[in-house]
């Protein structure tokens, strides 16, 4: 079992890093729906762009002329690429989300991947815990980003992570973030399980990530060693599960784990027993909520 003071270190610095906005945003509406959370200064420069555009009574909508996807989809994409010429986004990515009511929904507009949290739209990504059996105990697999990640970088991370791309699947996205990552195969992949979902909801300093995370368990063959394939990951470490809780308890410096892979990770924990569900836990973590039904 964890230790009470190390779940009082993780409850600590999850409370804090993934606090919901303290500010007043504003929302992106379509159909009288918010479909985006925009900060107040972001929402000020978009409103620039009066062409495409409206922003009256406290929110942030298209122009009537910009009624279909494509029309839709292409004045973003001008806006998103003067917002990348001031260094407004992060790295361009090359990559669209699908922005839809819900997941799996018909798309209203299509949004470079980049530009997400800056218009504060839902996003979806799957995480998946690598997980080996070790005789008694059970191990995890690590990975450490590249410092060239545009979020994150140099940080430690799950095993495999990603966001999903408009056109592909939950399952699509398991087997292509898990060669890319860490090189493993597709019927390997293929049989990770599905463990839940979790949310993030947060203000971030290139906007709001809206997450929600599909979360995988992989168990993977005792001989298995990761061997990243797109240059995203540069180190791999498995760790026991007790070091896992110290690791994401830690936070910041070479040996911190992101907040999202913290949140997936402890979620793990729990679901494999290491975290009690009785008087300590509820101490320890208060109020957070890690998981959805």
């Known amino acids: ?24 945003l504003t929302p992106f509406e379509m159909d009288g729906a918010a479909i985006g959370w925009i900060t107040r200064d972001r929402a000020q420069r978009l409103a620039e762009f009066a062409d495409v555009f409206d922003a009256k009574a406290g ?21 998103a690429a003067h917002l990348a010429s001031e260094g407004a986004l992060t790295a361009w ?4 989300y699908a922005v839809a009511p819900s997941f799996g929904d018909p798309a209203l507009f299509f949004l470079e991947r980049a530009a997400a949290r800056y218009f504060g739209v839902h996003t979806y990504a799957v995480h998946l815990n690598g997980l080996v059996r070790e005789r008694d105990d059970v191990t995890m697999w690590l990975a450490r980003r590249s410092d060239t990640k545009a979020i994150d970088p140099g940080m430690l991370d799950n095993l495999v992570g990603g966001g999903i791309a408009a056109g592909a699947t939950i399952a699509d996205t398991v087997v292509k973030e898990s060669w890319e990552e860490a090189g493993i195969a597709g019927d390997l992949a293929r049989t990770a399980q599905a463990a839940g979902l979790l949310s993030i909801f947060r ?8 997450e929600t995370i599909f979360v995988h368990d992989l168990w993977l063959p005792h001989d298995f060693v990761p061997q990243n394939q797109d240059g995203e ?9 007790a070091e896992a809780a110290r690791l994401i308890a830690i936070e910041d410096g070479p040996e911190a784990v992101t907040s999202d892979a913290s949140l997936v990770a402890l979620d793990c924990l729990l679901r494999l027993g290491q975290v009690s569900l009785g008087s300590s836990w509820r101490s320890a973590l208060g109020g957070l909520r890690i998981s959805e039904p």
């Open 233 to 241: 990951a540069v180190e791999h470490r498995q760790v026991a599960l």
């Open 59 to 79: 929110a942030l909508r298209f122009v009537p002329a910009l009624r279909t996807i494509v029309e839709r989809t292409s004045a973003l994409d001008r806006v």
């Open 93 to 96: 990515r090359d990559e669209r």
């Open 203 to 210: 203000v971030q300093r290139d906007g709001v990530q809206h």
């Open 1 to 24: 079992m964890i230790p009470d003071q190390t779940l009082e270190r993780i409850h600590r610095r999850l409370a804090r890093v993934l606090a919901p906005p303290a500010e007043l």
